[in-house]
């Protein structure tokens, strides 16, 4: 007998219980192993059930695409269509190009001067395409900030190709070539104007000989060395007028008309930039075109202007048409009457 009175365990007793032992820890794991092959089998019957789930919703996401890719090729396949039959009706009724300017079969412009010079210039460089060194891309990184307000130009016929079609027509003026940027000569752009070599634009406004009567102007950017040079030449005479600046250029002309005036009737003194806007260098629809042309760039202290595309005018349209300095119309209210 044992201390507490109970006699000895018999041994057929100890060996059942230890066998009953190892049976439940057998059971248990079976148990436990019957849970994780149940949870692994729902597991698995989840992800297909996810991955048919996302092959089906890839296969109608790739169908969006190719549907959207072929609703943006028809859409600019009709853009281009009705592109080129609005400008069967728009060639035919554009105004004629001046007579010192004359057009070849390859599409360059060739404007003959009274003075007897002349020069060639083809109609719009593409756009740049060029990679740019690190010290200027850094320079440019730095100043492209400065004007960050949006300003709108109008729309212009374009060709099929995305090009604008020569002449252009705006109120008051039209621009026949818009020459080629030179970004080497740090006289050639100020820090708001491109000046182009070989630009040419013509206006219509008073006759310097004789005010009463309208002359068409043709105004040109030239290549004179370190600086361009600006002239303008009027239908009437042979008479250029040059300058250093468009401002000193149109302020010529001014003072040439003024000689003829009364001194009651004399044209006020020119704003400052007010030539550049003769000419159309600063016109915001001319101007955009201009800072897309190849090399702007590289222009070192030119700070580009973020330009939207509005279906409206620009007001500054109506304000052309009543400025003394660019309208003949507005030139003969206050002037000749």
Request: aromatic share 6%.
């Amino acid at each position: 007998m044992n201390s507490s009175g109970v006699g000895p365990m018999p041994l057929s007793s100890a060996l059942s219980s230890a066998h009953q032992a190892v049976v439940n820890a057998r059971l248990n794991s079976l148990t436990q192993e019957h849970k994780f092959a149940k949870k692994c089998k729902h597991l698995k019957r989840m992800m297909k059930d996810l991955l048919w789930e996302n092959s089906i919703l890839f296969n109608h996401l790739q169908r969006g695409i190719t549907e959207t890719n072929i609703c943006n090729e028809e859409r600019r396949r009709l853009t281009r269509k009705l592109i080129g039959k609005i400008n069967k009706h728009v060639i035919p009724l554009r105004k004629p190009l001046p007579s010192c300017i004359t057009i070849s079969t390859t599409g360059s412009h060739k404007i003959q001067f009274p003075s007897g010079a002349a020069r060639t210039l083809t109609g719009l460089p593409e756009r740049p395409k060029e990679s740019i060194s690190v010290s200027t891309a850094a320079q440019a990184k730095g100043r492209k900030k400065a004007h960050s307000d949006k300003r709108y130009v109008q729309p212009i016929p374009l060709d099929n190709t995305g090009r604008p079609i020569f002449p252009i027509e705006l109120p008051g003026i039209e621009v026949h070539c818009l020459g080629e940027i030179d970004n080497k000569r740090p006289a050639y752009h100020t820090e708001d104007l491109l000046y182009p070599v070989g630009f040419c634009s013509s206006r219509e406004f008073a006759a310097s000989s004789d005010p009463t009567q309208t002359t068409l102007y043709t105004c040109t950017v030239n290549d004179n060395g370190t600086e361009p040079k600006f002239e303008m030449s009027g239908e009437d005479t042979l008479t250029v007028f040059k300058g250093r600046t468009p401002d000193e250029c149109v302020a010529s002309l001014i003072a040439a008309i003024n000689e003829t005036l009364p001194p009651a009737r004399h044209l006020p003194s020119l704003p400052p930039n007010k030539g550049a806007e003769f000419f159309g260098l600063s016109i915001p629809t001319i101007h955009h075109l201009i800072q897309g042309c190849l090399g702007t760039r590289r222009c070192l202290r030119y700070k580009p202007v973020r330009y939207e595309t509005s279906r409206l005018p620009p007001p500054a349209s109506a304000s052309t048409l009543l400025d003394v300095h660019l309208s003949y119309t507005a030139f003969r209210e206050k002037c000749l009457k």
